[in-house]
């Protein structure tokens, strides 16, 4: 048997709501686009985008149009080796809105394992409480 | 002028797909949430987890649900202080995901910060290229 620890645990009210985890970055795809555009002030081109971040084109050109709608890529047309191209660019406003969540990425990883040194968890019945 | 770089990027296909970023742990709220309990083998009643996370009733409810279904938390119900309670426990593979997915975070973060250290954005036109 295991008991419920009653004490108010010590925790402040919101400590877990990480308000600065931007909803933009935060989905896989836009998180991988937006960690390979970071490193290339010049751009990358949507077929490579498209192979490193593993999207069919019509998903990229989604996540694409809402990290434009952001403002935090430029979107470029151009012809190269007689094909019409998209070139994808990072914005200045872009690469420190990312590094800001990535910071608070930073705190969220330190904060669980932290927190994963608790015990191990006791399995069985908790005294008081019946399984849903 | 700023010339596009035509060399294909060393990269490896999918490198930044991020194949194990679990899509049940990859929610603003439910990163708080298992946060929140991934330290409490004993775990936490609803109204504490609300206050951490900052979150309503209802969406609390509705997270808690998702989690509860993959098997990542128990939910136990009891009558504390007069009052029916609902108490949430972190399961023993919630916690062994939890933490594989928090080491996925981990190398985002590190390929983030490697490839933020490339120069600083030129702006102006990338040459050959038309914005949208």
């Given at each position: 048997?295991?008991t419920?620890d009653?004490s108010?645990?010590?925790?402040?009210?919101?400590?877990?709501?990480?308000?600065?985890?931007?909803?933009?970055?935060?989905?896989?795809?836009?998180?991988?686009i937006?960690?390979?555009?970071?490193?290339?002030?010049k751009?990358?081109?949507?077929?490579?985008l498209?192979?490193?971040?593993?999207?069919?084109?019509?998903?990229?050109?989604?996540?694409l149009?809402?990290l434009?709608?952001?403002?935090?890529?430029?979107?470029?047309?151009?012809?190269?080796?007689?094909?019409?191209?998209?070139?994808c660019?990072?914005?200045?406003?872009?690469?420190?809105?990312?590094?800001?969540?990535?910071?608070?990425?930073?705190?969220?990883?330190?904060?669980?394992?932290?927190?994963?040194k608790?015990?191990a968890?006791?399995?069985g019945?908790?005294?008081?409480?019946?399984?849903?």
């Open positions: 048997m295991v419920h009653k108010k645990p010590e925790e402040a009210s919101g400590r877990f709501a990480y308000e600065g985890l931007e909803r933009v970055f935060h989905e896989k795809a836009r998180l991988g937006m960690t390979s555009l970071v490193s290339r002030p751009g990358l081109v949507f077929s490579d498209k192979e490193f971040c593993q999207l069919t084109d019509g998903n990229l050109s989604r996540h149009q809402v434009y709608e952001a403002g935090y890529i430029e979107i470029w047309k151009g012809v190269h080796r007689n094909r019409p191209q998209t070139l660019r990072i914005t200045p406003l872009g690469k420190r809105k990312f590094l800001e969540y990535i910071a608070v990425l930073e705190s969220v990883v330190a904060d669980a394992l932290a927190a994963a608790a015990p968890q006791r399995t019945v908790v005294e008081g409480w019946t399984p849903v």
